[in-house]
């Protein structure tokens, strides 16, 4: 048994400050980019980035807690990108920013079909049980990009009901299109494109 902890410990510390987890998250969102959901395991994983069968679970109890550390991760990468695009546009508010943050959002699903599949299910399943205290991490991980479009507005000079329905209908519409996109249920004209096609969207 101390053999074994050792190894582990040993394994820990060749990934530096607990990197061994992050790179069992990346691990998992390549097999399920390349393979599938089904296709994901804990012992899979470890084969994958070399390490004992038994590492994987000094982070994750079971499949299910590893979903939902890829659900966060995803969340938090959209976020993250949807911030970038910000910066990159200083000074941008209001409906232009939630412009450039809904063309973030529709790429980001677009780009990662499973993973978007992923994070919504497992926020749907939270919301259908009543788990929101019991899953606060990955719940308020979740919230973060619609923060970030209620903030575009919010900081336009609308008072706070305002600024979340706005927020509300710009969300409806990129996960709209982007579901909708992923699902192969877009018939778009000849010589539109899917942010063409929010860009109309929005404007009307």
Do not use: C
């Amino acid at each position: 048994m101390t053999q074994k902890r050792n190894k582990l410990q040993k394994e820990e510390s060749s990934y530096h400050h607990g990197e061994l987890k992050r790179a069992l998250i990346l691990a998992a969102r390549k097999i399920l980019k390349k393979q599938g959901l089904d296709a994901l395991s804990l012992r899979g994983l470890a084969r994958e980035i070399g390490v004992s069968q038994m590492a994987p679970y000094a982070h994750f109890k079971d499949k299910q807690s590893l979903i939902q550390a890829i659900a966060s991760s995803g969340y938090e990468e959209l976020a993250f990108r949807m911030v970038e695009v910000q910066k990159k546009n200083s000074g941008t508010k209001g409906r232009e920013l939630a412009y450039i943050y809904g063309v973030e959002y529709i790429l980001f699903a677009i780009e990662n079909p499973d993973l978007y599949r992923l994070m919504l299910s497992q926020i749907n399943s939270i919301k259908q049980n009543k788990l929101k205290n019991k899953n606060k991490e990955i719940w308020n991980i979740s919230q973060k990009p619609f923060l970030l479009l209620y903030s575009a507005f919010a900081n336009d000079k609308l008072n706070k009901e305002s600024a979340y329905a706005k927020a509300l209908g710009s969300w409806s519409i990129v996960h709209g299109i982007a579901t909708l996109a992923i699902e192969g249920h877009l018939e778009l004209p000849e010589g539109m494109d899917i942010i063409q096609l929010f860009q109309m969207t929005i404007e009307t």
